[in-house]
């Protein structure tokens, strides 16, 4: 499996920003998709975005205030915007085949995650 190296995270107040960015080794086929899935204390994993050939699908509670960008070749970045409390939890950038797989979050490749922390 491709080895995904994200980082960025840290500790913010309620309404800051945090961008966080995502080394892909390999983009390829197996690779097409690369977005971001998260889960706070005592949630279940939720997707955050993906991005696909320039198509990028955001899940509802983030829309408006999170963006991700393609900055080379294998390297993405999720910008946060207006943070709040209950984006708190550990962000996984991921990596999906297929444009289906990326639209529902369903990715099949993963980092080892980094913490996001809101709080006053």
């Known amino acids: 499996q491709v080895a995904l190296v994200e980082s960025g995270g840290g500790s913010v107040q309620p309404g800051g920003s945090l961008s966080l960015p995502c080394v892909v080794p390999i983009y390829s086929l197996a690779t097409a998709c690369t977005g971001w899935f998260r889960q706070g204390p005592g949630k279940e994993r939720e997707g955050v975005v993906g991005y696909y050939l320039g198509s990028t699908f955001y899940a509802d509670p983030v829309k408006g205030r999170f963006t991700i960008s393609r900055d080379s070749a294998n390297l993405f970045s999720l910008q946060m915007n207006s943070l709040r409390p209950e984006d708190t939890g550990v962000y996984y950038c991921?990596?999906?085949?297929?444009?289906?797989?990326?639209?529902?979050?369903?990715?099949?490749?993963w980092g080892q995650g980094t913490q996001v922390t809101v709080s006053s």
């Open positions: 991921a990596t999906a085949a297929s444009r289906g797989s990326c639209a529902r979050f369903e990715f099949d490749n």
